[in-house]
């Protein structure tokens, strides 16, 4: 079983909007820390969002005001809504989980996001 499905990558112009989504398989329990990380060509991976079990959000400086990062605890589910698109935003778009009382770290297989004209 895949511990986390990403979803909701694809092609868009600036300034318009995707919602990405990362749901945790069922065999993974206690979730504490969700988050989103993005890699572009040639740069380091990089924390843009993340939200904890009590609904903290944290945020990259260059995202701000710009994405928003939610959580269903019943679905085990975190969403990235991103909206005002940049073409710096362009990159792949992981989701990080970190669960149990060791926090075990998990990863999404990544999901494309291109913004360009």
């Known amino acids: 079983q895949v511990p986390l499905v990403e979803s909701g990558g694809g092609l868009v112009q600036p300034g318009g909007s995707l919602r990405l989504s990362c749901a945790a398989s069922?065999?993974?329990?206690?979730?504490?820390?969700m988050g989103w990380f993005r890699q572009a060509p040639g740069k380091e991976r990089e924390l843009v969002a993340a939200?904890?079990?009590?609904?903290?959000?944290d945020y990259a400086d260059s995202v701000k005001g710009r994405f928003t990062i939610s959580r269903d605890n019943a679905k085990n589910t975190v969403y990235l809504q991103m909206n005002s698109l940049k073409p710096e935003d362009t990159a792949v778009y992981y989701c990080?989980?970190?669960?149990?009382?060791?926090?075990?770290?998990?990863w999404g297989q990544g999901t494309q996001v291109t913004v360009s004209s």
């Open positions: 990080n989980v970190r669960a149990g009382i060791i926090l075990t770290v998990y």
């Open positions: 069922g065999s993974i329990f206690s979730i504490n820390f």
């Open positions: 939200i904890t079990s009590g609904g903290s959000t």
